[in-house]
Structures are given as structure tokens and as C-alpha cells.
């Protein structure tokens, strides 16, 4: 397979895809329509350093591909990539496609406070399948904040033109973020079957004995078996159970330690190796972390 080619700036970005010379040298904002694509680059994939927004709507026959599977909706899908993630111009579907693409390059950012803080929008690293999906009102509150994203670029540069983009960009990425805690929370149905089918991976690797063999499951095990990126099953759970994933294990965890002290005769330390901590010292701190007590007063108390 052919190594994806390395998009190094936007407007490398934009020769590739036929687009005219962009306005700014470090954010862009063009439209779906405008680009022109040879069939042979449809079929290749890029990686880019930098920030890729992008809102899709209207797809050829009222389907839009993302990843192996294909969604019908009305309103637009949003969905995010941050830098050196793969692009890959076969899913994205442009023919009869509606929609806007902002990208920004880092260095755009550096010594405002958003350069620090976009790490912290977990959705940039969401797979394809976990895209956004907008409701009227607030695809229109989306678009409106790109079009002034995009009047900006297109303005005379002053004095006031950095901070006016990124403040747009920072509210831009918040009501993304709040529309995503929204999706969590309206889409009950699907995030029901996953916390089911989370409590059933999670019991049946606790019922193998797994813990001693393979250590604790990990955060990318779990989300692997779930076919979820890590960042979308811990923004899920948080919004549904207000814990992470890496609290949600750690809380089996702990509820199989309790068990475990209650109800055999192994010590602290027999009882750590077994859940698969590799020192003992580990498994008393996160016990206590959790609980207030340490193992040993735990199994005092309950005897």
C-alpha cells in the first residue's frame, strides 16, 4: 500500500485539491463545491499538519460515506482531524457535496491561549464513524461562525485580525463540543447498548482471570473491543456516567478487590499480583485513592 503524501502547508493543500492560492498562509476556509480532484487523487490519502473542521451536507443520492458505512440525514455531519492524521479522499465523497472545510496550521495559534487548550477537544481524534451530527438550529449557529471565520480571512489584515480569528475558532470548537455532550446524551438508545455491551466485556474478562495474565485492561483495549475511539467511548461515558474509562475499569477493579478481601484468605499482595498489579504499592495506593482506606483496614472493617 502507498504511503499516504505529506501535506505540509495550506497552500500545498489547496494546489492539491484545485483550489486558488489561499488568502492566509496558516487558516483557510473553502467550500466542498470548489474542489477539483483527479480521479487518481480521490483514491490516494494525505496527512497534514495541521487542524481540519470540516461540515458535510447534501451528498450525492442523500448518502454520505464515513468510514465502511454510509449515514442518511438532513442536516450536516461535522467531523474533525488534528494534525498527522490520515485523510482519505475516497470517503470524503465531494461529488455533490455541500459544506465547508476550515483548516488551521498550529502555528496559526502559538501565544494565544487556544494553542494549549485544542489538545483538550477530544473529538480531533475521533474515528470517521463517531462524526457529528448537526440539528438545523445548530448547523446555522456553525455556519454562522464560519462565515465570519471567512469574511475575516478575506479582510484587510489590522491589528485586531489574530485575536477576531482566534476567538472565533475558541467559540467555534466550544459549541462543537456542546453539541457532542448533546449527541451523548440524545442518542440513549445506542449509548445503552454500548455501556451493555462495555459491562459485558469487562465481566467476562474479570470471570477468565485475565487480570493475572494480561494485567488491567486498558483504556485502548476496551475502546479496540468496542470498535470506539478511546476519546469518543471516554467523552460517552463521561457524559453518561460521569466517569472516564479509565475510572469505569478502575471502579471493576476495585469492587473485585473488595470482593476478593472479603471473601478469601489471600493477602494484600497475592491480591494485587491476581488483579494484575505488577507492585503491590500500586494496588494499595489506587484502593485507597478510591476508597478513603487502605486494603488491609477494608478487610479489618468488613470482618
Not at 501535506?7 to 474542489?35: C, E, N, Q, T, W
Not at 454510509?70 to 465531494?94: H, K, N, S, T
Not at 479509565?246 to 493477602?267: F, G
Request: aromatic share 10%.
Amino acid at each position: 500500500m502507498k504511503a499516504p503524501a505529506n501535506v505540509l502547508s495550506i497552500s500545498a493543500l489547496h494546489r492539491f485539491l484545485g483550489l486558488k492560492k489561499p488568502s492566509h498562509p496558516l487558516i483557510s476556509v473553502f467550500d466542498f463545491d470548489a474542489v477539483k480532484l483527479e480521479p487518481e487523487t480521490i483514491l490516494s490519502a494525505v496527512t497534514t499538519d495541521f487542524y481540519v473542521v470540516a461540515l458535510k451536507k447534501d451528498c450525492a443520492g442523500g448518502k454520505c460515506k464515513y468510514g465502511q458505512q454510509y449515514y442518511d440525514f438532513d442536516e450536516g455531519i461535522m467531523y474533525f482531524m488534528a494534525p498527522r492524521q490520515v485523510l482519505q479522499f475516497e470517503d470524503v465523497l465531494l461529488n455533490g457535496v455541500r459544506g465547508f472545510v476550515l483548516v488551521v496550521h498550529p502555528d496559526f495559534l502559538l501565544s494565544s491561549a487556544l494553542a494549549s487548550k485544542i489538545g483538550g477537544y477530544g473529538y480531533f481524534s475521533y474515528t470517521s464513524n463517531e462524526a457529528l451530527y448537526l440539528s438545523e438550529k445548530e448547523e446555522h449557529t456553525i455556519m454562522d461562525i464560519i462565515q465570519n471565520i471567512s469574511r475575516e480571512i478575506d479582510a484587510n489584515m489590522d491589528a485586531f485580525t489574530q485575536d477576531l480569528l482566534v476567538s472565533n475558532i475558541d467559540l467555534l470548537l466550544k459549541y462543537c463540543d456542546r453539541f457532542y455532550n448533546r449527541q451523548f446524551m440524545t442518542r440513549k438508545k445506542i449509548n445503552s447498548d454500548l455501556l451493555t455491551r462495555l459491562e459485558s466485556l469487562l465481566d467476562d474478562y474479570f470471570k477468565q482471570d485475565q487480570l493475572a495474565v494480561r494485567g488491567i485492561p486498558t483504556v485502548q483495549l476496551v475502546a479496540h473491543a468496542l470498535h470506539l475511539s478511546p476519546n469518543y467511548l471516554s467523552d460517552m461515558l463521561r457524559v453518561q456516567t460521569g466517569q472516564t474509562t479509565q475510572q469505569h475499569i478502575q471502579h471493576r477493579v476495585i469492587e473485585k478487590a473488595k470482593e476478593l478481601l472479603s471473601t478469601t484468605d489471600m493477602s494484600v499482595s497475592e491480591i494485587a499480583y491476581h488483579l494484575g498489579f505488577e507492585h503491590p504499592q500500586s494496588f494499595h495506593r489506587l484502593f485507597k485513592n478510591r476508597t478513603a482506606v487502605s486494603p488491609a483496614a477494608f478487610r479489618t472493617s468488613f470482618n
